[in-house]
């Protein structure tokens, strides 16, 4: 049979009170991919439909094309039970099975109409029949209960509908609902509210309210047209875009680029409209990154700056009404603006009748962690870390300006700027320095000490400036996991993962002479007896090479490559890289699949000897000509490997051991290792120990092997 099936285009909106704006973009989304999957999981939407999704401030809606009124009828096969119990000798119908067919709505007519089928070890019945699709009524109800359940809501807010009684749990109340296929309403509720064709524009500024929508297709034009509000998030952000860069450009100037800005002003306003606003000139006496901080986060402003960067007394704000006489709304927003400025200013000059020095007092009230004590404490050792860093990599000089910078890169928590703006911690320091009088360089240690903040974050500027910030870092990392605080999962409320990967990127990226082992070695030194979990430096070791082999994964390298040279630990991260690119260079060598696969077998026998195996050989003892053949080969490939090795051409040595595949080839084939005389095979142990020390200085080849 035959079904006919109709198409049309599907909308759905939810009118809300003002959502949460930081949360807008993935509830609109969400709403739309919700509504689209579970039209599609029972047949009424197909894979070719195409979804768009609406949010602005008060609505998420969705737009879904190639919607049918009834899902296609469908066959649905059930098992009935195994033919052995359900037919007889004759092929006649069981009890069992007339009970069963019964069940489901059938009789005994029916049963040579039964298909058997393989089930496992045995034959089935099965029994087929017509199941009709769902209708969109009933479809979109599900689907608008799934992807209401769905919602990724930061916070649920619970209210009472108009009956006085009954309680809902939204992220905002709901006060109207629209489900239009093509031109007809879908009678559906949710959130208490029953499903129609109205809706409601611009609070404001809205030529027609309500509005009531014809068909599915003219929602978002029936909005900007009747409602002034664009629907669209991407078209309210583009257009949001497109006016700061014309006003920008009235100025002569450019908008501060920012895009988490960007999504949060479009989730605040319906229609947009960008207005030149400025400030005193004299608040640019403040640091820039105040006053642009202050701007953005409390107002929500668009700073201007000017050809070279630098922050001008102008910026744009994005209105959400479009009045014939901007200038009370501009004046409005620069009177807003001002106390805010003033503060900032007020905190700035107050700040600097101390010096930072005068403050690292304060830190000893400012507890860090209650089983780590103070911000003072730690301090101290931060300081003590960079020390002994400064020393390793440069000498006493290094070591006393990180030093003199560990000690005041904490002192501006203390002051009222960062009270205020904690974001500012470090960038503050290093201007509170510069007005001390402080050496430039430790005013750049001090403002970068928290770098890399973030992936893809810029490293330190300066030496200084490294050396405090892995202090920082690994005084952070071997304290919490020292008291057993580790990361969980996804939760890592610490940021161990990133601060694990800025010491990394600092040590690689730096090309730093610095040992890894080393480094927590120090810093475990400077916890000291804080440090309450016995395995707290192993598990950490663990972590920063979990950590680098995640990275290198995401990068261009295998995970065999990865695994064949992070194996071995290599101390000295900087070296990774070139160890990678020498394990791949030898893995296209044609000699390499053999000598990995040999590798492998020698490390097999090996871990079977009780004991360790000294890598030692008596000439006297090699009676077969293969052995003698692969120590001389070995003789001749081992130094030129191990020069190639100290001088760090990973790949050189790699290459010299290629030589051994023959003789390594001929050993296997023609010498007994487990020989039965004790002093044999022990020297046989010795020469393949040797073997084994040989091949893995640059990576485990074993990883290597198929």
């Known amino acids: 049979m035959t079904q006919e099936i109709t198409t049309k285009n599907l909308l ?38 195409i979804t768009t999704p609406f949010a602005s401030p008060r609505r998420l809606a969705a737009h879904i094309t190639a919607v049918r009124a009834q899902a296609a009828d469908r066959v649905v096969s059930q098992k009935l039970m195994p033919v052995s119990v359900g037919l007889n000798a004759e092929g006649a119908a069981t009890p069992a099975l007339l009970k069963k067919l019964a069940s489901v709505g059938a009789d005994a007519s029916i049963v040579p109409q039964l298909k ?13 029949s017509v199941v009709s699709g769902a209708t969109l009524a009933d479809g979109l109800q599900k689907a608008l209960a799934d992807a209401l359940a769905k919602l990724p809501i930061p916070k649920a807010m619970q209210y009472q509908l108009a009956d006085g009684w009954t309680s809902v749990h939204f992220v905002r109340p709901a006060h109207g609902l629209v489900a239009l296929h093509g031109e007809a309403v879908v009678p559906v509720t949710a959130l208490g509210l029953a499903a129609g064709r109205t809706t409601h524009g611009h609070r404001f500024e809205a030529a027609v309210d309500p509005i009531e929508l014809q068909h599915a ?49 479009t989730a605040l306003v319906e229609r947009p409209n960008v207005l030149v606003c400025k400030f005193e000139q004299a608040f640019l006496a403040v640091p820039p990154e105040c006053l642009i901080l202050t701007m953005k986060a409390n107002q929500k402003y668009f700073p201007l700056l000017d050809a070279a960067g630098r922050l001008t007394n102008r910026f744009l704000i994005v209105s959400n009404v479009r009045p014939a006489d901007a200038s009370r709304v501009i004046e409005g927003n620069e009177r807003v603006v001002r106390p805010r400025l003033a503060d900032a200013k007020f905190f700035f000059d107050q700040d600097r009748r101390r010096t930072l020095e005068s403050r690292v007092a304060g830190l000893d009230k400012v507890v860090y962690h209650g089983k780590l004590g103070t911000q003072g404490e730690r301090t101290a050792r931060v300081r003590a870390i960079a020390q002994a860093i400064g020393t390793r990599l440069r000498g006493a000089e290094l070591a006393a300006q990180a030093d003199r910078a560990a000690l005041l890169a904490k002192a501006d928590l203390v002051t009222d700027m960062v009270g205020e703006f904690p974001e500012l911690q470090g960038t503050m320091g290093g201007y509170y320095a510069r007005h001390d009088g402080e050496n430039e360089a430790i005013a750049i240690a001090i403002e970068d000490h928290y770098k890399p903040r973030f992936a893809g974050d810029a490293l330190p500027r300066n030496e200084v400036g490294i050396v405090v910030a892995l202090a920082d870092k690994l005084e952070t990392l071997v304290g919490l996991f020292g008291i057993g605080a580790l990361p969980t999962g996804d939760k ?18 730096r090309d730093l002479a610095l040992p890894l082992d ?4 120090i810093a475990a030194s400077a916890v ?16 920063f090479y979990e950590r680098l082999a995640g990275s290198l994964r995401e990068q261009r390298y295998s995970a065999q490559e990865v695994d064949a040279v992070l194996s071995l630990r290599p101390a000295r991260l900087a070296d990774v890289a070139a160890r990678l690119a020498a394990v791949r260079a030898f893995a296209a060598l044609p000699e390499a699949a053999s000598l990995a696969a040999a590798n492998k077998r020698v490390g097999n026998i090996l871990k079977k000897v009780d004991g360790a195996v000294a890598a030692r050989v008596d000439k006297g003892l090699l009676k077969e000509p293969a052995e003698a053949a692969l120590n001389d080969a070995l003789a001749l490939a081992r130094p030129q490997a191990d020069a190639a090795f100290e001088r760090g051409d990973y790949a050189g040595s ?3 051991l290629a030589a051994l595949r023959a003789p390594v080839d001929a050993f296997f084939d023609g010498v007994m290792v487990n020989a039965a005389d004790a002093a044999l095979r022990a020297n046989r142990l010795g020469l393949l120990a040797t073997l084994h020390a040989a091949m893995n200085r640059v990576a485990d080849l074993s990883k290597l092997a198929a």
Do not use: N
């Not at 089930?119 to 029994?127: R, V």
């Not at 309210?236 to 002003?265: H, K, M, N």
């Not at 080393?518 to 070695?521: R, S, V």
């Not at 000291?528 to 972590?543: H, S």
């Open 528 to 543: 000291g007896l804080l440090l309450t979990e016995p395995r707290a430096t192993a598990q950490l070791t663990d972590f």
């Open 654 to 656: 790699l290459h010299a």
């Open 12 to 49: 759905v909106e939810l009118f809300v009170e003002e959502l949460p704006p930081k949360a807008l973009l993935k509830l609109g989304e969400a709403f739309a991919s919700g509504l689209a999957e579970a039209l599609k999981a029972q047949g009424l939407a197909s894979e070719a439909s």
């Open 492 to 509: 890592d409320p610490f940021a161990l993962r990133r601060h694990a990967l800025g010491v990394i990127r600092m040590l690689v990226e």
């Open 518 to 521: 080393a480094l927590i070695g």
């Open 116 to 128: 058997r089928q393989p089930d496992g070890k045995a034959e089935a019945l099965f029994f087929d």
């Open 217 to 265: 297709d003219h929602y978002a034009e029936a909005l900007e047209s009747q409602g002034a509000v664009i629907a669209s998030f991407d078209a309210r952000r583009a257009e949001i875009a497109r006016q700061l860069q014309a006003a920008a450009a009235t100025q002569g100037l450019t908008p501060i680029d920012d895009p988490a800005l960007l999504d949060e002003v």
